[in-house]
């Protein structure tokens, strides 16, 4: 038998090559965190407030989804217990569709 201990490998968050890159990382964090109050207020704005509380709770579960979905598509599966803000989840997206930091899981 193997005496020595298993280490278990975290991969850290990728840090992505370019400004354009950080910007859209920052710009699809926010959108995860914020977009939904912001579609809301533009309903609100536009309609009534009634109308604007089911978007806002309509959104929070599309906005779940979304997030969700980005998350199990770029977080390797050995990271994904991990809690992880929107901004990482969008840097990790990012670099595993658009940047191109890191390689593609062998699974």
Known sequence: ???EPFTFHID????????KC?????????SLSFGNYAVALLVWWKSDWFISIGVLLLGFILFG????KLRNDSIP???RE?????????????SRNTC??????TE
């Open 1 to 3: 038998m193997n005496s």
């Open 12 to 19: 850290p968050t990728p840090t992505l090559p370019t400004r």
């Open 22 to 30: 950080r910007f859209i990382a920052r710009l699809l964090g926010w």
């Open 65 to 68: 989804i979304l997030r969700s």
């Open 77 to 79: 599966v050995s990271q």
């Open 82 to 94: 991990y809690e992880y803000t929107d901004y990482a989840i969008a840097t990790w997206y990012l």
């Open 100 to 105: 191109f930091t890191i390689p593609q899981p």
